[in-house]
């Protein structure tokens, strides 16, 4: 039986009221802002570790887009064929914002462990 009655965004569903999105959208908006400043003062300064931290607040930007696109997405009201409505696009985006974080992790460590065995170190990567 279907469920025929229309309820506003976030409504019943905690975490998700107009509060929680705006302040959703104040941080993406500052990360990506501090993302291009970040980004330029590395290239004027040729610093390489401000350059590497605003890859990683691209990252952190991608990640809070994707969620804003998702909450968009489930927002959609729900038609004939897809009775739940959009709903899934918050589950996939938390499925695509985990195997990242599980990718990137893996290449860091990766990484990590090459830098010990060019270095001849018999140290443990994990401390």
Not at 23 to 35: E, K, M, P, Y
Not at 60 to 83: M, Q
Request: aromatic share 6%.
């Amino acid at each position: 039986m279907g469920h025929h009655h229309r309820h506003s965004p976030g409504e019943g569903r905690p975490g998700q009221g107009p509060a929680t999105l705006r302040a959703l959208r104040i941080a993406f908006s500052l990360t990506s802002v501090f993302l291009v400043i970040e980004f330029l003062g590395g290239l004027y300064t040729g610093s390489l570790a401000l350059i590497a931290d605003s890859g990683h607040m691209l990252v952190d930007a991608a990640a809070l887009g994707l969620s804003l696109f998702a909450i968009w997405c489930a927002g959609r009201p729900a038609t004939a064929s897809k009775t739940y409505g959009y709903h899934r696009a918050e589950i996939l985006a938390a499925l695509l914002n985990g195997v990242t974080l599980v990718v990137v992790s893996t290449i860091q460590l990766e990484e990590r462990s090459l830098e010990h065995e060019e270095m001849g170190s018999c140290h443990s990567v994990v401390r």
